[in-house]
T-cell receptor, first 117, second 110 residues
């Protein structure tokens, strides 16, 4: 299957600082990337859909000014957590899909563990 | 919004036993997916189901898409220690968005 690489895998930051997480599709072009958030022992919750060259679409309840998403190329999307607070500590996971009609498999990155202290 | 009800929440079984977990939804999905997630990793696709009533196998894993498109089960036969992890069902929406179940934590005692 296709490979999606997420970086960094772990990050610890101070409260009030911003953190950028990268999601790269290594061997395919992804017109759409998704960002999920997962709390311990809970399911993945979709935060936003990132489309190359356009603004991201955020799910209800997700602050777009807090979680900045940029999808500048077909192989890279970034999520920036701005002015991070301890409650932003979580596991963030991206996925990327190849274009096409009907079902297209979403390939997941390995996730980023964010800890805000 | 759409929700998937996944059960059981967790299972602790003896190596060699068969495992069954299921998901139900009040909404219809065109595609139903089963993923496995290991600690500190992203989910990995196990089985994808596209047609109502479809029964699909992947090694020791078997999954079926319910006739009503509102439910699915995943069976694992002859469990082994490396089956340990969290299993998620997911329904696919328009635009390739996924809605995930709450997950089933599987522990295997060898």
């Amino acid at each position: 299957g296709a490979v999606v690489s997420q970086h960094p895998s772990r990050v610890i930051c101070k409260s009030g600082t911003s953190v950028k997480i990268e999601c790269r599709s290594l061997d395919f072009q992804a017109t759409t990337m998704f960002w999920y958030r997962q709390f311990p022992k809970q399911s993945l919750m979709l935060m936003a859909t990132s489309n190359e060259g356009s603004k991201a679409t955020y799910e209800q309840g997700v602050e777009k000014d807090k979680f900045l998403i940029n999808h500048a190329s077909l192989t890279l999307s970034t999520l920036t957590v701005t002015s991070a607070h301890p409650e932003d500590s979580s596991f963030y996971i991206c996925s990327a899909s190849t274009p096409g009609a009907g079902y297209t498999e979403a390939f997941f990155g390995q996730g980023t563990r964010l800890t805000v202290v | 919004g759409q929700q998937l009800n996944q059960s059981p929440q967790s299972m602790f079984i003896q190596e060699g036993e068969d495992v069954s977990m299921n998901c139900t939804s009040s909404s219809i999905f065109n595609t139903w997916l089963w993923y496995k997630q290991e600690p500190g990793e992203g989910p990995v696709l196990l089985i994808a189901l596209y047609k109502a009533g479809e029964l699909t196998s992947n090694g020791r894993l078997t999954a079926q898409f319910g006739i009503t498109r509102k439910d699915s089960f995943l069976n694992i036969s002859a469990s082994i220690p490396s089956d340990v992890g969290i299993y998620f069902c997911a329904g696919q929406l328009v635009g390739n968005k996924l809605v995930f179940g709450a997950g089933t934590i599987l522990r295997v005692k060898s």
